[in-house]
């Protein structure tokens, strides 16, 4: 019998080509897409985003797509399990004088959690679940665990954004794009004639409009902007405008050199800011931790990503308990950052990851 797989499907080329793929290695394939858009549709300077007023659009074409595949296709409305899980917890973060990382969130806790919890709800049967992500899945017969590695194509490897998922995640997920780069993706889809697919804008973005104004509710407040000597050198919009490391948005006139986002202090409602040489810190604390394979168990260099687009970086882990660990990179590292995700490595396969809490004192 054909196993059954799921898709998670938004309307892009590479969610697109994961059913294609699945359709042609000959399983039984059902599209299902989340709804968790709430607002009204009549934003403006609407730009491509995964929560924004253009879900109505993305879902049309993910209709059109499942009748061009010719596969059964549901919407999951998970507005309420969104707002608790993802948008909370961002607003909780933010206000804090973090920087969080609500996709990371998201795929452990709602598309591969809640989104299929809901669709067995709905009577959505299957055996598998599969996304258009770019990284790879396998399984290690030596320690009996799942493994995931960066995909093939490392300029767009997400492999980052999947560091919390769970062995019990990893058993039932298929990634077909794993193996592929992105230019064979392409090619994939004008073949197969999903070609008006290809020139389409790729989601940046979380919120899919111009600030942040509507997602506070109005709450953030103007405050100082200080030196490290502690004095007034300007003014802020609000702390949850920015984060470590950011320049723009500061408006630091007449200083002698680029002045930078160092410190975030919500108590105070106070940004610290100074130049580039003092973003530069080798140490960092993370909690929450999510371990593929154990400490002990590692015997080869291990290389840290403090962000999606930073580069991995050679470093010593320490282990401070089973939910906290310590960095020590080998060279300083620019905007360690409180709130986003410090995933490491081993060559291309993913040991685990945690959150951020503070650079080492």
Same mark, same amino acid.
């Given at each position: ?113 809640? *989104?299929? +919890?809901?669709? &067995? #709800?709905?009577? $959505? ?10 990284? %790879?899945? =396998? ?25 919390? *998922?769970? +062995?019990?995640? &990893? #058993?039932?997920? $298929? ?10 993706? %392409?090619? =994939? ?173």
């Amino acid at each position: 019998m054909k196993k059954t797989v799921v898709v998670g499907m938004s309307g892009g080329i590479d969610s697109t080509v994961t059913a294609l793929l699945l359709l042609t290695k000959g399983f039984h394939v059902i599209g299902i897409t989340m709804s968790i858009w709430e607002g009204t549709e009549h934003q403006k300077n609407l730009r491509e985003g995964c929560y924004g007023p253009k879900e109505t659009i993305r879902i049309e074409d993910v209709k059109k797509v499942a009748s061009m595949l010719g596969i059964e296709h549901h919407v999951i409305d998970l507005k309420k399990e969104f707002k608790k899980i993802v948008l909370e917890y961002c607003y909780i973060e933010y206000t804090s004088g973090r920087t969080p990382n609500p996709c990371i969130i998201c795929n452990s806790e709602i598309k591969f959690n809640a *989104l299929l +919890q809901n669709a &067995l #709800s709905a009577g $959505i049967n299957f055996d598998y679940t599969a996304t258009g992500h770019y990284a %790879r899945i =396998i399984f290690d017969k030596t320690s009996q665990r799942f493994q995931l590695k960066r995909g093939a194509d490392k300029a767009k490897d997400q492999s980052y954004f999947l560091y919390r *998922l769970s +062995q019990k995640q &990893l #058993s039932k997920t $298929i990634l077909p794009l794993g193996d592929y780069h992105k230019r064979e993706t %392409r090619e =994939i889809a004008a073949t197969n004639g999903f070609g008006w697919l290809t020139g389409r804008p790729e989601s940046q973005d979380f919120i899919g409009w111009d600030g942040y104004k509507l997602f506070f509710g109005g709450q953030d407040r103007p405050g100082n902007i200080v030196d490290i000597q502690g004095n007034v050198i300007g003014r802020h919009k609000g702390i949850s405008r920015y984060t470590i490391g950011q320049r723009k948005g500061l408006n630091l006139a007449g200083m002698r050199e680029p002045h930078f986002v160092m410190k975030i202090d919500a108590k105070k409602n106070e940004i610290t800011a100074g130049t580039k040489d003092m973003l530069l810190k080798k140490d960092l604390i993370a909690s929450n931790a999510n371990w593929f394979i154990p400490l002990d168990e590692i015997d080869m260099p291990i290389y840290g990503q403090i962000r999606y687009r930073s580069k991995p970086a050679l470093c010593t882990v320490y282990k401070i308990d089973n939910c906290r660990f310590r960095v020590m990179f080998h060279n300083p590292q620019e905007a360690i950052t409180p709130g986003q995700s410090i995933v490491l490595y081993q060559d291309d396969t993913l040991i685990g990851g945690g959150i951020i809490e503070d650079k080492y004192p």
